[in-house]
């Protein structure tokens, strides 16, 4: 595909030759229809014809280049094990189909992985310039996506609703002073708008990559806060569910989490969300529905889970992580709400996962397919060091932390550390203790 800019594209329409359109398209199939609506679709959303940006233009080029060259073949190294098809080449030919604020969007992303991916010690006049322009760029996507959402047009369209994502999904990526949480309860009203996740799903499916990284983000930071401040994508929790398990070919890539693990994720956060919110005094009535969940994680089996051939120890060793990692997120967020009980048994299991948790970590460092899928574990297993002082393991947590801040580029990793960091020194254990505020600290490699 040749796309060349709008006024080109414009005379292509007016001319109406067939050839010239196939030629453009490189593609015979009703070029010409092809190429008509996608000039309708940049004339609703009021896309410019970017003659006119040169400075931004030859930035935005350059941010392509960068995430073509630097991000994209990493996060290939790292699918080895369940390519993602939603990961792609970027095509420079794609910048003129996209609106301003994926532009600006862009040039963010590509200068904090190249912020971020500098070694250590590295010149701070270096450092302090790409901040400038991130800030710059950040200020001109915000004007931009306010201007598409102020337009009734373009207030819901299809180019707003992927722009909004592009820009929270960096936010979350550098989450230094980023309100992602505003952009996520703005993306959830316009797809309420435009009759919510499954309708969307239906209706657009050209954007359910957009949706799934949606669903990712808001499933993790659900569990990593306070359980009154959970954004419910979809009110009835079997019904989202239902939606979960639809599109779950296209999560598993990003997380390769077993997909009856990732909806236990689920659960617990709805169930978190329903006690904090409810007006009983009595919390034990939601404990039955706490044992169940836990009893359904204890009774995952790994090595039944695990795919088979060459990378089958690779799968088990994810298996056993997700699920010590999911089973400690069960007790001790249920435990901070007195849904679980802090007894003996509790406690052992506490121990015994915990420790199988720190012995798969450790065992997954030099596996770069799993790089990606380490902070919500880290993050875990970090709450979990806060019941014991054991140096050692604390430490440990915070050197995997900064390695793959490095590695993939990203903050979040930096951001989980200092939320760690402040939990230890409170020295009182508990999961609320630690997210006692709404963080996105999680976003698999290649999530935007």
């Known amino acids: 595909m040749r796309i060349g800019n709008q006024d080109q594209i414009r005379e292509v329409v007016e001319r109406g030759q067939h050839w010239e359109a196939a030629a453009l398209l490189q593609s015979n199939q009703d070029p010409l229809a092809k190429i008509q609506r996608l000039l309708r679709i940049m004339q609703v959303n009021k896309l410019p014809s970017y003659d006119f940006l040169s400075d931004e233009t030859c930035e935005v080029v ?20 369940a390519p993602n098809p939603a990961i792609i080449h970027f095509p420079v030919w794609a910048l003129h189909v996209l609106p301003p604020a994926a532009h600006y969007t862009t040039i963010c992303l590509s200068l904090n992985h190249y912020m971020h991916s500098l070694p250590p010690g590295s010149s701070r006049v270096v450092v302090g310039q790409q901040r400038l322009k991130i800030y710059n760029y950040r200020g001109l996507a915000i004007r931009a996506l306010n201007e598409s959402i102020a337009g009734k047009e373009t207030r819901s369209s299809d180019l707003t609703i992927t722009s909004i994502l592009m820009f929270m999904a960096m936010e979350v990526h550098d989450s230094r002073n980023g309100d992602w949480r505003s952009h996520a309860d703005g993306m959830k009203r316009l797809i309420d708008i435009r009759g919510g996740f499954e309708s969307l799903l239906r209706t657009a499916p050209h954007l359910t990559s957009a949706l799934v990284v949606f ?26 569910i239902k939606e979960v398990e639809k599109v779950y070919s296209l999560v598993f890539p990003y997380t390769l989490c077993p997909v009856t693990l990732f909806i236990d994720i689920v659960r617990i956060n709805r169930l978190r969300q329903e006690v904090a919110l409810s007006s009983f005094a009595n919390q034990y009535q939601h404990t039955s529905e706490a044992k169940g969940i836990l009893a359904r994680i204890e009774g995952f089996a790994p090595g039944d889970w695990a795919q088979a051939g060459e990378n089958q120890d690779d799968w088990q060793l994810i298996g056993s992580i997700y699920q010590s990692a999911i089973a400690l997120y069960c007790a001790m967020s249920l435990q901070a709400l007195v849904v679980l009980p802090a007894d003996t048994e509790m406690g052992t299991m506490r121990t015994n996962h915990a420790k199988r948790l720190l012995e798969d970590m450790k065992a997954a460092v030099h596996l770069k397919q799993l790089k990606k899928i380490a902070m919500f574990p880290l993050c875990v297993l970090g709450v979990e060091a806060g019941y014991h002082d054991q140096q050692y393991t604390r430490l440990w947590i915070e050197r995997q932390l900064e390695e793959h801040a490095h590695l993939l580029g990203t903050s979040s990793p930096l951001k989980a550390r200092a939320v760690l960091r402040r939990y230890w020194r409170r020295n009182k254990p508990g999961w609320n203790e630690c997210f006692d505020e709404p963080f996105t600290i999680l976003v698999p490699a290649g999530a935007c």
């Open 62 to 81: 350059h941010a392509v280049n960068y995430f073509n060259t630097r991000i994209y073949p990493y996060i290939k190294e790292t699918d080895v094990l």
């Open 215 to 240: 669903l990712i983000i808001v499933t993790f930071s659900n569990s990593l806060g306070p359980a009154s401040h959970h954004l419910s994508i979809t009110g009835p929790l079997e019904q989202h």
